[in-house]
Nanobody, 125 residues
Framework: QVQLMETGGGSVQAGGSLRLSCVAP????????MGWFRQAPGKEREGVAA???????DYADSVKGRFTISRDSDKRTLYLIMNSLKPEDTAMYYC???????????????????RGQGTQVTVSS
């Protein structure tokens, strides 16, 4: 039962930009903390960014100033706008949601109750 649907991703050169989108059911979008995490082959899961239902946000240090997480309530959509991409940003990116975590814990732990199927982001040098 798929509840989080990601789109976006793809291949880009270093310095480029991409936007990821994630549509969620209303009950998740309106009350849960939502975010993005990523995982590269052979590496641990890494929390990227999170936003709660009040609009509070948090980011991993590695993406601060380059990535922006945002929400569109009319579309029940979560976005991750990625600028100044680097080869080390290459990973599978997952949209995720959790009913209990705050944004700081969500980024630190990247332990979400729900996640999407993931979308690949590849940044070439």
């Amino acid at each position: 039962q798929v509840q989080l649907m990601e789109t976006g991703g793809g291949s880009v050169q270093a310095g480029g930009s991409l936007r990821l989108s994630c549509v969620a059911p209303e009950h998740i979008y309106s009350t849960w903390t939502m975010g993005w995490f990523r995982q590269a082959p052979g590496k641990e899961r890494e929390g990227v960014a999170a936003v709660d239902s009040d609009g509070a946000t948090d980011y991993a240090d590695s993406v601060k100033g380059r990535f922006t997480i945002s929400r569109d309530s009319d579309k029940r959509t979560l976005y991750l706008i990625m600028n100044s991409l680097k080869p080390e940003d290459t990973a599978m990116y997952y949209c995720a949601a959790d009913p209990w975590s705050g944004v700081v814990a969500a980024v630190i732990d990247a332990d979400f109750e729900l996640r999407g199927q993931g979308t690949q982001v590849t940044v070439s040098s």
